[in-house]
């Protein structure tokens, strides 16, 4: 008789997470100042939509 264990999601480290938030912002930041399909006014907003974006990756991460 064979037990499975439940699929267990890797943890991520603070660290790790950072360097990821810091990378996405960089990288639409550069998307927008090089014009490639992204117009952004301000930092600020750059800021709010990688926060929405990992909110939303976050989200499906845990449901799947």
């Known amino acids: 008789m064979e037990i499975y ?3 267990q999601t890797p943890k ?3 660290k790790r997470s950072l360097i990821v938030f ?3 912002v ?3 930041y550069l998307i927008s ?3 490639l399909g992204a117009e952004v006014s301000q930092f600020d907003d750059i ?3 990688v926060l929405f974006i990992s909110l ?3 989200n499906f ?3 799947i």
């Open 5 to 7: 264990k439940e699929k």
């Open 12 to 14: 991520r480290s603070l």
């Open 22 to 24: 810091i990378g996405n």
């Open 26 to 28: 960089l990288g639409i």
């Open 33 to 35: 100042v090089l014009g």
């Open 47 to 49: 800021i709010f939509l």
């Open 56 to 58: 939303i990756n976050a």
């Open 61 to 63: 991460r845990t449901n």
